[in-house]
């Protein structure tokens, strides 16, 4: 593909994944889902993850000890990883680059890509649903909210929030070919 056609393919995905990012950003023009996607968002800041970690152990005794300590392992290495992609590809967030996306929520850092909400909530649900069933009916939705708060709340395109699950997955199998 010559440099030109790349170039006109790039802008139209761009505007493709644009018109997506600004169809999902008005859903936090309205209160109550803005209020359901910040308070998912603060969750997915790794407040709730932490407390999965550490509540293993106390629901489900020591055999829960090592899914636990792979969990927080893989915690660290996607925050590494996420670092290191959002540093090294400084894709700016979708409110910096589109005046028509509302930002409705301060995000953590700068760049967009990926998402390490995302990331790290598809992570640590696959590991610990793998390991516990009967937790997937609160992980999986809290997941799906997390995920879906990012482009709604204007701080990812939907790429970010794609690779974030894409990495977070493989994070995932990694850990459960540890634990």
């Not at 008005?26 to 997915?44: Q, T």
């Not at 930002?103 to 992570?123: E, K, N, Q």
């Not at 929030?161 to 493989?170: E, H, Q, R």
């Amino acid at each position: 593909m010559k440099a030109t056609a790349l170039s006109a393919w790039i802008a139209r995905a761009d505007a493709v994944e644009y018109a997506l990012c600004r169809r999902l950003n008005r859903g936090a023009a309205f209160a109550i889902p803005r209020r359901i996607f910040r308070l998912a968002s603060r969750l997915g800041d790794g407040v709730i993850w932490y407390a999965v970690i550490v509540a293993l152990p106390l629901l489900y005794g020591r055999a829960a000890l090592r899914p636990a300590a792979v969990m927080a392992l893989t915690g660290l290495a996607g925050l590494v990883l996420y670092k290191l992609l959002k540093h090294t590809l400084v894709r700016e967030r979708p409110f910096m680059t589109h005046a028509n996306i509302d930002r409705a929520m301060a995000p953590l850092d700068r760049y967009s890509f990926p998402s390490g909400h995302t990331l790290h909530a598809v992570s640590f649900t696959v590991q610990a649903v793998a390991h516990y069933p009967a937790l997937g009916w609160v992980l999986i939705p809290l997941t799906l909210l997390i995920a879906g708060s990012r482009t709604v709340l204007g701080l990812h395109y939907p790429t970010d929030v794609l690779a974030g699950a894409l990495i977070g997955l493989a994070l995932a199998v990694l850990g459960l070919s540890l634990a």
